[in-house]
Each structure stands twice: as structure tokens, then as C-alpha cells.
Nanobody, 124 residues
Framework: QVQLVESGGGLVQAGGSLRLSCAAS????????MGWFRQAPGKEREFVAG????????YYADSVKGRFTISRDNAKNTVYLQMNSLKPEDTAVYYC?????????????????WGQGTQVTVSS
């Protein structure tokens, strides 16, 4: 079992930046594929970014490509999401997720472990 806790959310103006953190406990995440998802009010949860076990491969939703960067520090058992050039449409609750599958995973049902989420609000 792995527990995930997100932090770093908040209110930011359009064009600003935020860095989300996801701290894991219970198990080392060095052999977990990690992902970030988000859910806006009235919308389904959607994939934002994913990163491989070693961090050597990162992949993104088209909507955030070039603006967001996912990274991980396995020594600290932590995953990050650097969000730049934020837009009002990025407003959502952001969730960290984990799966032991080594493959690229894009769908929420593929991740058995989830954090409680952190709110990101981007004002125009």
C-alpha cells in the first residue's frame, strides 16, 4: 500500500506558475509509474502528465504540453508538477496517482493509488 499527499495548490493569476508536490509514504515509489490528473467542476477527471519509474520518460496531455513539467525524486519519494503559463482553464483539483505498471498509463482506472487532491485556481 502506498499513501499519497499532494501540496502546493493555491490561487494564482493567469500567466503565473505553481509547483505541486506529491509525497509518498508506505512504500518506495521507485518502481511505480506516477501520474497527475485533474478534475474541474462538472467535468470528468482527466490525465495531465505521467512519468516512468526512473523519470527517463515523461508524457503529457496536449493541453499542457510545453507549459507543465513532471519530475520525480525517488530518493525523496516525491513527484512534482511544475506548472507555468497558467490559464483559467487549468483551474481544477489536481490529483497525484500511482501504479506499479511500468508502462505508459493515461487513464484514471489504471491507477489504484490516489491522493486527496489539491485545489488550483487560476484567475483571469
Amino acid at each position: 500500500q502506498v499513501q499519497l499527499v499532494e501540496s502546493g495548490g493555491g490561487l494564482v493569476q493567469a500567466g503565473g506558475s505553481l509547483r505541486l508536490s506529491c509525497a509518498a509514504s508506505g512504500r518506495t515509489i521507485s518502481r511505480f509509474t506516477m501520474g497527475w490528473f485533474r478534475q474541474a467542476p462538472g467535468k470528468e477527471r482527466e490525465f495531465v502528465a505521467g512519468i516512468s519509474w526512473s523519470g527517463g520518460r515523461a508524457y503529457y496531455a496536449d493541453s499542457v504540453k510545453g507549459r507543465f513539467t513532471i519530475s520525480r525524486d525517488n530518493a525523496k519519494n516525491t513527484v512534482y508538477l511544475q506548472m507555468n503559463s497558467l490559464k483559467p482553464e487549468d483551474t481544477a483539483v489536481y490529483y497525484c496517482a500511482a501504479t506499479q505498471s511500468p508502462r505508459e498509463r493515461l487513464y484514471s482506472y489504471e491507477y489504484p493509488y490516489w491522493g486527496q487532491g489539491t485545489q488550483v485556481t487560476v484567475s483571469s
